[in-house]
């Protein structure tokens, strides 16, 4: 099994920036089975949209909302994954939840909230 446990969000102004992380904890065996992570979020009212993502190889994906502005990265010797959020907006605000996915299965965190007050 691993866990996830996101950090990092907070109350920010609209223009400001926010450093997520997800830190992954486990068996040595499972971390290095970890393939791809990545960020989803949920916004009040919303469905839960994906953000962006990355492969172990650091091959990486964004949604058209976040290009230009997101950037993932991950450290594998850190076991730790982030999000950098730069010129947020108020319809940035949501819970961002973090996952890990494994051949047989996915893990997720259980969220970090990001407000965004303008």
């Known amino acids: 099994q691993v866990q996830l446990v996101e950090s990092g969000g907070g109350l920010v102004q609209v223009g400001g920036s926010l450093r997520l992380s997800c830190a992954a904890s486990?068996?040595?065996?499972?971390?290095?089975?970890?393939?791809?992570m990545g960020w989803y979020r949920r916004a009040p009212g919303k469905q839960r949209e994906l953000v962006a993502t990355i492969t172990s190889g650091g091959i990486t994906n964004y949604a058209d909302s976040a290009k230009g502005r997101v950037t993932i990265s991950r450290d594998n010797a850190k076991n730790t994954m982030y999000l950098q959020m730069n010129s947020l907006k108020p319809e940035d605000t949501a819970v961002y939840l973090c996952?890990?996915?494994?051949?047989?299965?996915?893990?997720w965190g259980q969220g970090t909230q990001v407000t965004v007050s303008s």
């Open positions: 486990g068996s040595i065996a499972s971390i290095a089975s970890i393939n791809n």
């Open positions: 996952f890990a996915s494994m051949l047989r299965a996915n893990y």
